[in-house]
C-alpha cells in the first residue's frame, strides 16, 4: 500500500503527534468521567472514585 507507507513516513519527517483534544473533539467522546464527591477523608466515599473507574474500565 504505497499511500499508506507514504502518509506514515510523512507522519515522522513532520514530527505528527496525536492530539487527545482535536480526536475528542472530533469524535464527541473525551473517555472522562468527571465525580464530585466530599468527606474523602473517610474511607466510603474515598472509594467511590476507584468503584466508577473500575466500572467504565469494565464497560468498555
Not at 23 to 33: E, F, K, M, N, Q
Request: a positive charge.
Amino acid at each position: 500500500m504505497p499511500g499508506t507507507i507514504q502518509a506514515g513516513v510523512a507522519r515522522e519527517v513532520l514530527g505528527y503527534r496525536l492530539n487527545s483534544a482535536a480526536g475528542a473533539l472530533a469524535s464527541g467522546r473525551t473517555r472522562s468521567i468527571g465525580v464530585v464527591t466530599l468527606g474523602t477523608d473517610l474511607h466510603g466515599p474515598a472509594s467511590l472514585p476507584i468503584g466508577v473507574e473500575r466500572a467504565a474500565r469494565d464497560a468498555g
